[in-house]
């Protein structure tokens, strides 16, 4: 078979067929922009449109990638969100981040302080002075929707660009502090509830300036990444709404008629979610998912989830950072033997490649797909 | 008091660590020393087993990493533990552990939660926080005499902090003094073979290496 433009092979296996080989695409990231700028770019990492379009580039074009992502990182919506309300977050810009700020120094006995220091919102006060992200102005959004813009622009279509969206759970506890936002789902839901709807608007204004920046191609708009994970929010309603907004998530396909990409960041096994998974497909039958766990796990995700993608799961640290090539061989084979047949799936991470892997762990991958991942599978 | 009804307090206190309640579980706690249980029975049967059984039922039936009842079950003995401090005895420590996340990671949720369970195992904890100055390591374990260093890292880099805090211990000839404690995402068992390092995925697995480390049960 003729090799294809990543566009089509990416098409083709999203639809179920079996393109010419396995599309790859890792959550390189970081990881190339360590490896353009050196490993400790991280202090102007995202904040710099040029050098991380060129590690966009720099993936697709030269290592190979089928897609890549430019969605940002954990604490992005936070940040924009305290910025707009006027009560900026310390880590806004990481310039600012300097080994005098006071969230640097040693913070006592862990048995006198609330687990994760002095947040931003303690009260209903604090909740009733937050203001949602305008993607436009706040923090480090406009960055990031530049950067989509030019990646597009200068990727001429020829590779997927996804945008990234962090769930409620994930900004809220960054905003109030981990422990005391389910504190506050449990025992005080007015207050939970007034943050929760700042950062749904935030990341409604988000989602819908990633398409008008070009972000998508294949149905795929953005990454939702489930912070609390695959099983555990199953549990409470309230928790399930916080990772899984599934009225946002309706919004978006109706209104830019877009699939979504979710990114369950779970270590270990996540099939007990599996039912909780199924509801995705009552709503867009276009989702596609990254996660960890083991290659099994993910064949039996793509049987129980289909017809969504999936995509996973090289572990990014166990085995990209301190696997061998052979090792990282070894578990493309076996993912490709699991996952690869009748299409539906990407060669990709668990979750994001850390800038330390060695390169040739990275390489590993790339050789290994084009190697062993041609279609029809005969390994 | 009969054991029937120590041990139905000691369960309803678990309960409350179970269920995240963190208002109840410092209630429960009071109500149990004035039933006249001990501190150190309760720190180490309610509070420190507690802890234990609620990791193995998330880790078994959802997940640890992540759960909010390991946040709010985590808070809930913490608070238990503050009403139980100034009521226990003096004691001489199971053994002294200097923990904290290394410089260029500022997250701290796990170290705390391992700082936590530590403590209600009746060890003395030596937090220093997040973003912790490498040299300061060093510093405290030599300055407290510390059998134990724990370094918690979720930062993908972290473990190159960790191989640069080795070989500060080298350096500074006391890396045969104290044994090293690692966890964490950014770590596994295989780097902590590689090195020679102790390795736990739970606060629970914490404890049962450090009590191992210092000759304990």
Not at chain 2, 80 to 89: A, N
């Amino acid at each position: 078979m003729a090799e294809m433009k990543s566009m089509e092979r990416l098409a083709i296996a999203a639809r179920g067929g079996e393109p010419d080989r396995v599309p790859v695409s890792l959550h390189l990231h970081a990881w190339s922009y360590a490896q353009l700028y050196g490993p400790n770019s991280f202090q102007d990492y995202t904040l710099n449109v040029e050098k991380e379009v060129n590690a966009t580039l720099w993936e697709c074009r030269e290592l190979g990638m089928d897609g890549a992502s430019l969605g940002g990182d954990t604490t992005i919506m936070a940040e924009a969100i305290a910025e707009a309300s006027g009560m900026p977050y310390p880590t806004t810009y990481w310039d600012d981040y300097t080994p005098q700020h006071p969230h640097r120094l040693y913070e006592g006995d862990p048995l006198q302080t609330i687990a994760y220091g002095d947040p931003l919102v303690k009260t209903i006060e604090d909740a009733g002075k937050l203001v949602p992200a305008d993607p436009y102005k706040h923090g480090r959004l406009p960055m990031r929707l530049e950067a989509i813009k030019l990646a597009n622009k200068k990727l001429e279509g020829k590779h997927r660009v996804g945008g990234s969206c962090e769930s409620s759970v994930s900004c809220g506890g960054i905003l109030m502090g981990w422990t005391q936002m389910f504190i506050a789902m449990k025992n005080n839901l007015p207050l939970w509830q007034k943050v929760e709807d700042v950062i749904l608007k935030s990341n409604y204004a988000f989602i819908k300036a990633q398409v008008e920046a070009g972000c998508g191609g294949l149905g795929t708009v953005v990454h939702f990444p489930q912070w609390v994970g695959a099983e555990a929010y199953l549990a409470n309603p309230v928790w399930m709404h916080a990772d899984h907004p599934m009225d946002l998530i309706d919004r978006v396909i109706k209104e830019f008629g877009m699939g979504i990409a979710i990114h369950p960041c779970t270590v270990g096994p996540f099939l007990n979610g599996m039912e909780a998974f199924k509801t995705w497909l009552d709503h867009t039958p276009a989702f596609s998912m990254s996660t960890g766990g083991g290659a099994d796990d993910l064949a039996e995700a793509k049987r129980e989830l289909a017809p969504a993608v999936i995509s996973g799961n090289l572990a990014p640290v166990g085995l990209m950072v301190h696997g061998s090539p052979s090792d990282v061989e070894a578990a493309c084979i076996e993912l490709i033997q699991k996952c690869a047949p009748g299409g539906r799936y990407v060669l990709s991470g668990g979750c994001g490649i850390p800038i330390h892997a060695p390169p040739e762990n990275v390489q590993a991958v790339i050789d290994t797909v084009r190697k062993y991942g041609k279609y029809p599978i005969k390994i | 008091m009969s054991n029937d009804k120590e041990t139905e307090i000691i369960d309803k206190l678990k309960k409350s660590i179970f269920e995240g309640d963190v208002d109840k579980a410092p209630e429960v706690t009071q109500e149990a020393l004035n039933a006249g249980i001990t501190a150190e029975r309760l720190r180490e049967k309610a509070i420190s087993e507690g802890i234990a059984e609620l990791e193995g039922m998330l880790y078994g039936n959802l997940k640890v990493w992540g759960n909010p009842y390991l946040f709010m079950g985590m808070e809930a003995a913490r608070r238990c533990l503050q009403v139980l401090e100034p009521r226990l005895k003096p004691h001489k420590p199971l053994g002294i552990v200097v923990l904290g996340t290394p410089q260029g990671d500022v997250h701290d949720i796990g170290g705390k939660m391992v700082a936590i369970a530590l403590t209600a195992a009746g060890f003395e904890v030596v937090y220093l926080g997040r973003d912790v100055p490498l040299t300061l390591f060093i510093h405290k374990v030599r300055e407290k005499a510390a059998s134990i260093l724990a370094i918690s890292s979720y930062q993908t880099s972290g473990f190159t902090r960790i191989e640069k805090i080795l070989e500060l211990l080298e350096v500074a000839n006391m890396r045969d003094r104290v044994k090293v404690m690692v966890g964490g995402t950014t770590v596994s068992g295989r780097f902590a073979r590689k090195y020679g390092l102790l390795y736990a995925n739970t606060a629970s697995g914490a404890v049962r290496l450090a009590k191992e480390c210092i000759g304990g049960k």
